[in-house]
């Protein structure tokens, strides 16, 4: 290091705000931008037309007759008819193929047909930006070609920010049909009144695996908001809210015909209706049952919130049952833990956690839920099938407002880092990172009950308490304040963790090259002076610099020529 360089590090007074409710999940699409565009738009045609903007399709099943890796089919905004058939779309990991809204705002509506869109044996496809609604089947159905041995017949693919809604209405209708998919991603999705006569799902799997479901919605479900079966398996369904979503808010299985299990059952094995399903960090109100697993094994419903369930809490079925020449596990070996269940005991059945016949019940694990009926406090416990493991019964959770579907829980409530440590369990509706042990329910804590504007969470993250530190002292003694550390993103009890350049270094023409520690959700700035006696001595070179891996690197080529040159790092929360 230039001796003649001295370095100077400070933290900015810095805003606080929680981490978003679009933070995490990422896609194999991140960050790949289509390199052609095909245009339709509702004054295109079909015959005429070309692609392009000046002279569009008139429907996404011509367009995609043009569509290669890298295409981006781009919907202007306006309302399209349905029954879009699309077959063998292939894109490439490095080269996705889109079929998207030109707005993600005014999305384009596709109203009618039987399937809105149908997509056989696709790969590598983005659908994103969209508006369904009108069908008289399914919004949009995805499959593998009726090829159920071929896990490589349908696989990667995304869809993102569609609304489909007000699909069927008779019976077994559903807002998104997924058949031997794999590899998929279903995020920031809205789905309202799919199906009708209890039947009928927002998402419906059959022979799925490896799939995410996040941060979506479910309303005015007939049967239920997402059902996993058919073989399914490896799911994640998490910070989603789903409001009275039907007979079965999330089935864990259920019961399917024997032709159309992805694979095809075995003779020699024992098969499942779903397998390692995982329900976590999500909101529910309403529903006849929330949950029901469904002759599924393996499977963990954790740290989510349930207010005023219709009838059961929990179902424990066994809807298909073995038939020679195969044979199914029975619906057991599961886990039910770290959830709010807050509810009108007048409203549920007496046996309130609803076992049927050819079960395994006993070999569920019910541990650490918070049962509180707040009409009757005095008669929160459920009817268990199992000894259930440092439950919480019967105490009040304070939810922040329940009557305006406001669910956050402060450090006062007995919720507060009463789960257990799960691997599932990692972040909360909104995305915080969860505490160790983890607090019951949809949501980590929130507030700041000793006002010392360091965030509960923060202090029981690293202090276990949340009157060790009033901010302004030093827990780890590196002359780094708890508040500082706080706002930069290091650990206030390690010494060796605090925002500092950790070198400066001369270049070529005298630039010189800064290096200091960055975390995650934080953007930078840089300051220099040349005379610390001034009042105001810095000035900022650049800012807005987002983190960059472990560690941010800036080369300052413009203020560095001077004889004696000071710098300053200040970190804000994104």
Known sequence: MDARIRILVAVAALLCCGVGRAAGLSTFADGITWTNEIHVATNGNNTTGNGSFGNPYATIQRAAQDATPGSAIVV?????????????????????????????????????GNDAMHLVKSRYVVVENLEVTGSSNNGVNCDDGGEYANPNAAHHIVFRNLSIHDIGGTGNQDGLKLSGLNNYWVLDCEFARCGGGFSGSGIDHVGCHSGVIARCTFNDMSGNAIQCKGGSSDIDITRCWIIDAGARGINIGGSTGFTFFRPPLSTTTTNYEAKSIRVVGNVFRGSTAPVAYVGCIDSVVANNTFIDTD?????????????????????????????????????????????????????????????????????????????????????????????????????????????TNLATVQADYVGTRYLAPPSIGAYEIRGDTDTDKLPDIWEIRHFRSITTSDGTGDQD?????????????????????????????????????????????????????????????????????????????????????????????????N
Not at 316 to 324: A, F, K
Not at 335 to 347: H, P, Q, R, S
């Open 76 to 112: 202007a905004p306006g309302t399209y008819g349905g029954g879009n058939y699309i077959s063998g779309l292939t894109g490439t990991a490095e080269s996705p193929i889109w079929i998207r809204g030109a707005s993600s705002t005014n999305r384009p509506l596709m109203d009618g």
């Open 311 to 419: 009838n059961w809490h929990v179902r424990i079925l066994q809807e298909t049952t073995n038939t020679p020449p195969y044979s199914f596990y029975t619906c057991g070996q599961s886990v039910f833990a770290n959830n709010l269940v807050y509810f009108t005991k007048a409203d549920v059945a007496w046996t309130d956690i609803n076992v049927g016949p050819n079960t395994d019940a006993s070999s569920f694990t019910f541990a650490n839920n918070l049962w509180y009926a707040h009409d009757n406090p005095g008669s929160s416990a459920p009817d268990y099938p199992v000894a259930e493991q440092n439950g919480v019964v019967g105490q009040n959770p304070v939810l922040s407002n329940p009557a305006g579907e406001e669910y956050w829980i402060t450090a006062t409530s007995p919720a507060t880092t009463n789960g």
């Open 477 to 573: 003694g590196d002359r780094f304040p708890d508040r500082s550390e706080y706002e930069a993103g290091t650990d206030p009890t390690n010494a060796a963790s605090r925002l500092s350049i950790k070198s400066a270094d001369r270049r070529t023409g005298n630039a010189v090259e800064l290096r200091w520690p960055s975390v995650p959700n934080r953007t930078y700035a840089v300051y220099y002076a040349t005379n610390l006696s001034l009042s105001n001595a810095f000035a900022v070179v650049t800012n807005g610099l987002p983190t960059t891996a472990a560690e941010n690197v800036y080369t300052d080529s413009t203020h560095s020529a001077h004889a004696r040159v000071f710098y300053r790092v200040t970190a804000q929360r």
